[in-house]
């Protein structure tokens, strides 16, 4: 398999936040280089040292790094884009810019040509009974009765092809009855409230951190033919900002919120706000180690728990106000 090298520009403060932010992501390999490291140990190296390799030298002038390699397929662009995501909430959330630049390059690879080479592993896909997720360039004969949803892979994520997005589209699916109005948070590409729009809601309301996401949802949001009088888009931080709430507005049927666990349990006290009663709330993004603590903190907050399903290291779960 062919990797590609991920660089994350930061500071010696923001590696430990950057590497939880890619954990929650499901990356678990990293390397770190930092020159804070590298002054430290020329101050307190033993023993005696005849020589040091230059290039080492030359990471007391380097800016901090930390390195990923993700897979040149389908769930690595995914996962290029849940990094993207994440690093830009991370900034959003260093009010005091102790964390650096958090930019997120790929080393060697212009970006035009790793979306190119990587469009060769983005088919259409089946999720649940009922769709089928495919990018523009592909064909999908309409003979078997799906419905089709349009995503190309881009900044923000969300393509379907990654388990968690999978989960939540199965759950979606599984409790759309009667649903009219939909809120998804954490939208990213818009994948989820697109899909409901799909499946029968009347309106959506989908809402991210990141600007650029909230973009993309409402251009995804049009390339579906979701007229633009029923899929509102907003940004912002719901945890800190009322008025945001305020304009959001309550009365949901349903909830996804496919994100990370810690800012699923930042979020579990609000999440009531905004659904009616007997409302579903369906949450993901979390790594099954972390499940039954996300489980809990949205339970203690008037939440009924009536499922969890698993996929590959990953879960989601369900809730009923």
């Known amino acids: 398999m062919d990797w590609t090298k991920v660089n994350i520009y930061t500071t010696s403060d923001g590696t430990e936040p950057v590497c939880g932010c890619l954990l929650n992501t499901g990356v678990t390999g990293f390397e770190i280089k930092d020159p804070k490291d590298l002054e430290e140990f020329l101050e307190h190296k033993t023993g005696n040292w005849d020589y040091i390799d230059e290039e080492l030298l030359g990471m007391k002038d380097c800016e901090t790094c930390v390195t990923v390699y993700l897979p040149q397929n389908s769930q690595g662009a995914d996962m290029l884009a ?182 699923l349990i930042a979020m579990s006290p609000i999440f009531g706000n905004f659904l009616k009663k007997d409302g579903i709330l369906i949450v993901s993004g979390i790594i099954t180690e972390r499940c039954d603590e996300v489980i809990s903190a949205i339970s203690t907050k008037g939440f009924a728990h009536i499922e969890t399903k698993e996929n590959n290291g990953w879960a989601a779960a369900v809730f009923r106000l």
């Open 82 to 263: 849940a990094i993207r995501s994440e690093m830009s909430a991370l900034g959003d959330r260093d009010t005091e810019k102790a964390f650096g630049r958090l930019s997120v390059e790929l080393d060697s690879v212009r970006e035009e040509d790793w979306a190119n080479n990587w469009k060769k592993y983005f088919k259409p896909l089946k999720i649940g009974d009922k769709l089928v997720v495919k990018p523009s360039w592909e064909n999908y004969p309409e003979t078997d009765g799906r419905i089709i949803l349009e995503i190309d892979p881009a900044s923000s994520f969300g393509t379907g092809q990654h388990n968690t997005t999978q989960l939540c589209m199965e759950l979606l699916e599984k409790y759309m009855n009667g649903c009219r109005k939909i809120l998804d948070l954490g939208c990213g590409s818009g994948i989820l409230s697109i899909a409901a729009m799909l499946l029968g809601a009347e309106s959506a309301s989908a809402v991210d951190i990141d600007s650029n996401s909230t973009k993309i949802a409402a251009e995804n949001a049009a390339k579906n033919r979701i007229p633009e009088g029923r899929y509102r888009t907003f940004c912002g931080n719901i945890v800190t900002d009322s008025r945001l709430c305020d304009d959001i507005g309550g009365g949901y049927d349903i909830i996804t919120a496919n994100i990370v666990a810690d800012v």
